[in-house]
C-alpha cells in the first residue's frame, strides 16, 4: 500500500513541474510578442516624427534663404535658426538597430529604447526649429512695423514744416486746416505701441494726401500770383509807351556838286554833250540855274596828264542853290 502511495506522489510532482514549464515558457512568449509589438508601433512613430522632422528643416532653410539681416530686427534669430537646422540635420532618418527577433526580449527592449530616444530627438529638434522660426518671423514683423512707424515719423516731421511755411501762401486755406488735423491723427497711430504695419501705413498714406493738397494749393497760388505779376507789368509796359509818344520828323534833299553835273534832291542836270573835237557842250541845270560855254579838252588834258582840266569858273558846273 505506500509504494503504490508514494508512487503516485512522484507522477503528480512530475506534472506539476510540466505544467509550471509549460507555464513559463508560455509566459515568455506572450511578453516577448508583446515588447515586439510596442517595439514595432513605436518605430512607425519614429518614422512619422522623421518625416515632419524633414519638412521642418525643408521650410526652415526655405526661410533663411529668403530672409536677409536687413529683414530683421535682431539678427541673432538668423544664427538661432540655423544653429538649429544643423543639429537637425544629424537626426534625420531612422537609427538601424539590426534583426530584432520576436523571441529575445531583451534585444527588443534594447531596440526599443535606441528607436523611442530617437523619436525624442526627432521631436525636439522639430519644437526648436518651430520655435526659432516663430522668432524670425516675429523679428521680421518688428522691422516691418519700425520701417513703417520711421517712415510715419519722417513724413509727420515734413508735413509740419510745410503747414508752417505755407501760411499765406495758398489758395484755398482749408487745404492747410486738413493737413493739421491728419497730422495730430497720424501723432496718435505713430505713438500707439499696438500699431501694427497696416495701421501706420494707412496713416501715412492719409498723411501724404493731405500734404500733397496743400502742395497743388501752393502752386495754385504761386501760378495765379505770377500771371498777375505778367499783366501788370504788360500794362506799366504800354502806359510808358503811351506817355513818351511817336517821335516825328523828315529830311530834305541836298544837292550835291559833281564835276561834269549835279545831283539835287530838286535839281535836275542834263549831262554834257562832246564834240568830235573834244569840246562839251554846257550842260543846263533845273532851278533856274544853268551852265553854258566850252570846255577847252586839251587844256584839261594837259592840266591833268590825260584827265581832267583843272576846276575854274569857266568850266565848273554851277549849282542850284541847296533846298
Given amino acids: 500500500m505506500r509504494?503504490?502511495?508514494?508512487?503516485?506522489?512522484?507522477?503528480?510532482?512530475?506534472?506539476?513541474?510540466?505544467?509550471?514549464?509549460?507555464?513559463?515558457v508560455g509566459g515568455y512568449a506572450y511578453a516577448s510578442n508583446s515588447a515586439y509589438d510596442s517595439y514595432a508601433s513605436r518605430v512607425e512613430s519614429a518614422k512619422e516624427s522623421d518625416s515632419k522632422l524633414v519638412?521642418?528643416?525643408?521650410?526652415?532653410?526655405?526661410?533663411?534663404?529668403a530672409t536677409k539681416e536687413s529683414d530683421v530686427l535682431d539678427k541673432t534669430v538668423l544664427d538661432s535658426l540655423n544653429k538649429s537646422v544643423k543639429t537637425s540635420e544629424?537626426?534625420?532618418?531612422?537609427?538601424?538597430?539590426?534583426?530584432?527577433a520576436k523571441w529575445n526580449l531583451w534585444s527588443i527592449s534594447k531596440a526599443k529604447t535606441i528607436i523611442s530616444n530617437d523619436m525624442t530627438e526627432a521631436n525636439d529638434s522639430i519644437n526648436?526649429?518651430?520655435?526659432?522660426?516663430?522668432?524670425?518671423?516675429?523679428?521680421?514683423?518688428?522691422?516691418?512695423?519700425?520701417?513703417?512707424?520711421?517712415?510715419l515719423d519722417k513724413t509727420i516731421t515734413d508735413a509740419e514744416n510745410l503747414y508752417k511755411d505755407s501760411e499765406g501762401k495758398v489758395q484755398d486755406n482749408k487745404t492747410r486746416e486738413s493737413l493739421k488735423t491728419t497730422i495730430d491723427n497720424a501723432k496718435k497711430t505713430s505713438s500707439d505701441k499696438k500699431a501694427?504695419?497696416?495701421?501706420?501705413?494707412?496713416?501715412?498714406?492719409t498723411l501724404s494726401k493731405a500734404v500733397k493738397?496743400?502742395?497743388?494749393?501752393?502752386?495754385?497760388?504761386?501760378?495765379?500770383?505770377?500771371?498777375?505779376?505778367?499783366?501788370?507789368?504788360?500794362?506799366?509796359?504800354?502806359?510808358?509807351?503811351?506817355?513818351?509818344?511817336?517821335?516825328?520828323?523828315?529830311?530834305?534833299?541836298?544837292?550835291?556838286?559833281?564835276v561834269g553835273g549835279s545831283y539835287s534832291g530838286r535839281a535836275s542836270q542834263s549831262a554834257p554833250s562832246y564834240s568830235n573835237t573834244g569840246s562839251p557842250s554846257g550842260g543846263s541845270v533845273s532851278g533856274g540855274?544853268?551852265?553854258g560855254g566850252t570846255w577847252d579838252w586839251k587844256n584839261a588834258k594837259d592840266s591833268m596828264g590825260g584827265g581832267f582840266a583843272p576846276i575854274t569858273k569857266d568850266n565848273i558846273n554851277q549849282m542850284g542853290p541847296l533846298l
Fill in 3 to 24: 509504494a503504490k502511495k508514494s508512487g503516485k506522489k512522484c507522477i503528480i510532482a512530475a506534472v506539476a513541474a510540466v505544467v509550471v514549464a509549460i507555464a513559463g
Fill in 213 to 258: 493738397a496743400v502742395n497743388d494749393s501752393k502752386n495754385a497760388k504761386a501760378q495765379a500770383d505770377a500771371q498777375k505779376q505778367a499783366q501788370e507789368q504788360a500794362q506799366q509796359a504800354q502806359a510808358q509807351a503811351q506817355s513818351v509818344g511817336t517821335p516825328s520828323g523828315g529830311y530834305s534833299g541836298y544837292a550835291y556838286p559833281n
Fill in 90 to 100: 544629424t537626426r534625420k532618418g531612422i537609427p538601424d538597430v539590426g534583426n530584432v
Fill in 289 to 291: 540855274t544853268s551852265n
Fill in 55 to 65: 519638412k521642418k528643416i525643408a521650410e526652415a532653410q526655405s526661410l533663411v534663404k
Fill in 128 to 151: 526648436a526649429i518651430g520655435k526659432a522660426i516663430g522668432k524670425v518671423e516675429s523679428s521680421k514683423t518688428a522691422k516691418q512695423v519700425k520701417d513703417a512707424k520711421d517712415t
Fill in 196 to 205: 501694427d504695419v497696416k495701421s501706420l501705413t494707412a496713416a501715412n498714406d
